[in-house]
């Protein structure tokens, strides 16, 4: 298995999605609220079924946050499909080489960056093959507690706005004529 979790805009829709993340930072504490949202860490992912606003963790996981900015910023993810959405669990995405989820990107794999940051709903994190240093391109959203994957998977970031976009995503395992990332950027590039 490649790449899989072992158990397995316009310039206003960029304003609107980072005043969204700072409003959320100000609400209460959240993953958001120790990320310090803004623009440089703020992905924006237009999906087919609508937008989704992602708060990178640079501060536990460098890499994986360098390298999912770097691949929004090459186009990396435009028109790359959610290839496995299980119902409960995780909505995968970011194989730009096959679209099936046995792919990366050109760039060499990273080293785990695992920290004490919990899966949850709404929590990004790098999906890999059953090597923790396998991470590449691939990442996945959950849909509600994986405390399961707690210690084993790097988290990358998390969901601020837009996740009821996330949900609904259609589901498969792979997903057939599955929806798509339609562009990806970062914030601060808008």
């Not at 090459?74 to 099936?100: C, K, L, S, W």
């Not at 996945?140 to 790097?154: H, K, P, V």
């Amino acid at each position: 298995m490649f790449r899989r979790l072992i158990p397995a805009f316009a310039t206003t829709a960029a304003a609107v999605a980072v005043f969204a993340a700072v409003a959320l930072f100000q609400a209460g504490p959240t993953l958001a609220q120790s990320a310090k949202p803004d623009p440089q860490n703020t992905i924006i992912m237009e999906t087919t079924k609508g937008p989704v606003t992602i708060v990178l963790r640079p501060d536990i996981a460098p890499k994986h946050a360098e390298r999912i900015k770097q691949l929004s910023r090459e186009g990396f993810y435009n028109n790359v499909p959610f290839h496995r959405v299980i119902e409960g669990f995780m909505a995968q995405t970011g194989d730009g080489e096959f679209g099936n989820g046995t792919g990366g990107s050109k760039y060499p794999d990273l080293p785990a960056e695992f920290s004490k940051v919990p899966f949850k709903r709404g929590t990004v994190g790098m999906a890999r093959a059953s090597s923790p240093d396998s991470a590449n391109s691939q990442f996945f959203i959950c849909f509600g507690d994986a405390s399961f994957l707690n210690g084993q998977y790097t988290v990358v970031g998390e969901v601020v706005s837009g996740m009821e976009n996330v949900d609904k995503l259609k589901r498969g395992e792979p997903v057939r004529n599955p929806d798509k990332i339609v562009t990806m950027k970062v914030a601060a590039d808008k």
